[in-house]
């Protein structure tokens, strides 16, 4: 889904580059997230790669890219875009994911994508909103990549509750042997991508099945994450 934005979603003053979304003066003063580690995205003195609490624990997937804390405003254009039935904002906000993944390109070994999951909803949930803001995002993210997007190649197979409404624990459990890949992805180079990581359990989960197909790295990428420890 391509929409050209008027205004600014921000401050909704006119755009002079209407394909943004975002004017240049809110970019500016979009929040800036601490130093954090490259690997499990949470903060880090000097953003080193597996920082600390990694080296003990190391997440099972190799870099975490994201385009802001999650802090209004971006917070607020994500639940938007989420719950309110705004489809339209996945073009601003996944171009902001792109700026941000083209950064870290650059200063580090990140390879580029082979291939880009979405992670899924439970099918009764995706009739429910009507779109799955996940998949929206990935779409012309993949295009700008250069990648192959396989929007079918993850499913959700138990309805669970709410990760909002459950502790860090209970995440942990509710996801277990929620999700199934169908294809093989050995030896690719993956971006798994969802709209917000707050405790990491719904990518943890899925990173452990496509770590055991044995691909070659993995890279998560959001529009928004929870910078907790």
């Not at 003195?45 to 597996?50: L, M, N, Q, R």
């Not at 200063?107 to 929206?136: A, I, T």
């Not at 989960?205 to 691909?215: A, D, F, M």
């Amino acid at each position: 889904m391509l929409t050209i934005a008027s205004r600014c979603w921000l401050c909704q003053c006119p755009l002079h580059l209407p394909v943004q979304g975002i004017c240049s003066l809110c970019m500016k003063h979009l929040p800036v997230a601490p130093p954090c580690c490259l690997r499990c995205g949470l903060p880090s003195a000097g953003g080193k790669t597996d920082c600390g609490r990694c080296l003990l624990k190391p997440p099972p997937w190799d870099a975490m890219i994201f385009a802001s804390p999650y802090e209004m405003p971006l917070s607020g254009l994500v639940l938007r875009f989420k719950f309110s039935g705004l489809p339209e904002l996945d073009t601003t906000l996944a171009r902001l994911l792109l700026l941000r993944w083209q950064e870290r390109y650059r200063m580090s070994n990140l390879p580029r994508p082979d291939v880009l999951l979405s992670v899924p909803l439970h099918q009764k949930r995706y009739f429910s909103r009507g779109y799955n803001q996940s998949e929206l995002l990935a779409k012309p993210l993949a295009r700008w990549l250069h990648c192959k997007y396989l929007p079918n190649a993850l499913s959700r197979d138990r309805r669970t509750p709410p990760q909002q409404s459950l502790s860090e624990r209970e995440r942990k459990w509710n996801l277990r042997k929620a999700f199934t890949c169908h294809v093989s992805l050995r030896d690719k180079h993956v971006m798994l991508l969802d709209d917000v990581v707050t405790t990491g359990s719904t990518v943890r989960e899925i990173s452990k099945i496509l770590r055991n197909q044995g691909v070659a790295s993995l890279q998560i990428a959001c529009i928004c994450r929870t910078l907790q420890a």
